[in-house]
């Protein structure tokens, strides 16, 4: 039974995970940044030096392809994820997908075998979703859910657009985005929760993924002064915002379900210790497996928002941010997880990904599943995200089966 090169995999892991540091040794490579720029520049180099031929579409979308000489025509086997992070990010979260699927590669290269079918690797665009929205961008331009040329004019947090940055750091390539029609998808990535590492399972065979409902909710009251105005006279859009919070916590809290809802940023107007907010700007990020419930889910905080702007005297609208429903993953692929799993004598768990990956994109166009393996203290985008070495090597060596698999 062969297996990777551990050393090569955890060292690059590493040299990937140096690159992007500030001053303060956080590291952040953001989508089409400077930084992000050097990462892709690391990554082509390896893709070179591996013998594949890279290929980079016009949203940026980097490919390692491994084409045989007696493969011309076939659809490839895709292993994928990204290599952009969140800001002061840790080093595993996509670049761990990427950098185990060129390590699975090299390793079936030097074996000898030689694949019915080409085997690719990608990196895609802007997956956090940090500096340009939407999250999952790359995967879902391939996947032909948006036009490239949207993606293109998005502009970003600090004002940037998408196309001019790309074009700028080098990677606005020339291949059309979906030019790569895959067989089958695979992705492997840390777990980004707590679940493997508390039931003491290495290995995720992920069946599932969770559907997102993103909303930006903006409140509009009265400013007024915080001394001089009586509670029962106010029109005060932060309390409003208060209790959508309290509204939505104690709600999915109280469910017997898996709906999980957040409120992550929040901005008020006027913003001044002595005066009454005039607005409260904030984001709503409601996730359940089922897309009945995650549909009940954003019913109930539409009553309640309407309910609330007629307690509160004050006015709301909401924006839509992202909407992606629910993915059921590939079962053949799933069985071959826990398949290959069993016969390295690791356990195994079937589960659902709370998090969003690029793998529900292309679920859209080619059987999918992903590998997870355990995350310490359920711990993620921080820089204290970790797996141990032995962890990722094991989840490594089960990508490498299925896709010797798949591959046939």
């Not at 995999?9 to 540091?21: D, K, V």
């Not at 086997?77 to 670049?95: N, P, R």
């Not at 993103?214 to 007024?224: E, L, P, Y």
Request: aromatic share 4%.
């Amino acid at each position: 039974m062969i297996t990777v090169d551990a050393q090569r995999l955890l060292g690059r892991i590493r040299e990937l995970g140096a690159i992007g540091r500030d001053s303060e040794g956080r590291l952040i490579r953001l989508a089409a940044s400077d930084t992000d720029r050097l990462g892709r520049d690391l990554l082509v180099g390896w893709l070179r030096q591996a013998g594949l031929d890279v290929a980079i579409d016009r949203i940026g979308n980097i490919f390692g392809i491994w084409q045989g000489p007696n493969n011309a025509g076939q659809a490839p086997l895709l292993i994928g994820s990204h290599i952009d992070t969140v800001i002061d990010a840790g080093i595993y979260d996509g670049c761990y997908g990427v950098l185990a699927g060129l390590e699975v590669i090299e390793t079936l290269k030097a074996s000898g075998f030689s694949p019915p079918r080409p085997v690719a690797v990608a990196a895609f665009t802007n997956e956090e979703g940090v500096r340009y929205t939407p999250d999952m961008m790359g995967s879902l331009v391939h996947a032909g859910g948006i036009g490239f040329e949207t993606v293109l004019a998005a502009v970003g947090t600090d004002g940037s657009v998408l196309g001019q940055e790309l074009a700028r750091i080098g990677y606005a390539g020339d291949k059309e985005p979906g030019f790569l029609k895959p067989h089958a998808y695979l992705e492997l990535h840390i777990e980004q929760g707590p679940v493997l590492e508390r039931e003491g399972v290495p290995i995720g065979a992920v069946e599932n993924l969770q559907g997102i409902s993103w909303q930006r909710i903006t409140i509009d009251g009265v400013a007024n002064h915080a001394g001089t105005t009586p509670m029962s006279m106010r029109s005060d859009a932060g309390h409003a915002a208060a209790r959508v919070i309290t509204f939505l916590h104690d709600r999915a809290k109280a469910s017997n379900t898996p709906t999980v809802a957040t409120v992550g940023t929040m901005r008020f107007e006027p913003n001044a210790i002595n005066v009454i907010p005039s607005q409260a700007v904030f984001t709503v990020d409601l996730r359940d497996p089922d897309e009945q419930r995650l549909q009940a889910e954003e019913a109930a905080l539409a009553a309640c928002l309407e309910q609330l702007a007629a307690a509160e005297g004050v006015t709301i609208s909401v924006e839509v941010l992202a909407r992606f429903e629910p993915v059921i993953f590939d079962i053949r692929i799933v069985e071959l997880i826990e398949a290959a799993a069993k016969t390295r004598g690791l356990g195994v768990k079937r589960m659902t990904s709370g998090a969003g990956h690029d793998a529900q994109m292309m679920a859209r166009i080619a059987p999918a599943a992903m590998i997870f393996v355990p995350s310490a203290g359920g711990i993620s985008h921080n820089p204290r995200e970790h797996t141990e070495d032995a962890e990722l090597v094991a989840g490594a060596n089960i990508l490498l089966d299925v896709v010797t698999e798949l591959a046939k």
